[in-house]
Nanobody, 116 residues
Framework: QVQLVESGGRLVQPGGSLKLSCAVS????????MGWYRQAPGKQRELVAT???????NYASSLKGRFTISRDNGKNTVYLQMNSLKPEDTAVYYC??????????WGQGTQVTVSS
């Protein structure tokens, strides 16, 4: 069993920055990759970024350049640095993991609201 606890979501003004954190605990040895997804009101959940255990990253093409995913293996934590935030980035952001056979699985989510 893997537990994911997201934090860092809040209200931020357009153009601002925000860093989300995801603390991972439990049976983490079978995890192949971690990531972030988001779901805006009335829209489907979409991939934001993933990072594998070897450090390879993948981003939604529309977000590459503004968002950066990283991980601290010593702290079992995955981060999402978001810069130049726009109102359309408003969503619930979900930390995720996947194994070599299954997934993705998501945490409870953290709300990010971009508004003036």
């Amino acid at each position: 069993q893997v537990q994911l606890v997201e934090s860092g979501g809040r209200l931020v003004q357009p153009g601002g920055s925000l860093k989300l954190s995801c603390a991972v605990s439990g049976s983490i040895f079978g995890i192949r990759a971690m990531g972030w997804y988001r779901q805006a009101p009335g829209k489907q959940r979409e991939l934001v970024a993933t990072i594998t255990t070897s450090g390879s990253t993948n981003y939604a093409s529309s977000l590459k350049g503004r968002f950066t995913i990283s991980r601290d293996n010593g702290k079992n934590t995955v981060y999402l640095q978001m810069n130049s935030l726009k109102p359309e980035d408003t969503a619930v952001y979900y930390c995720s993991y996947e194994t070599w056979a299954t997934g993705p699985y998501w945490g409870q989510g953290t709300q990010v609201t971009v508004s003036s």
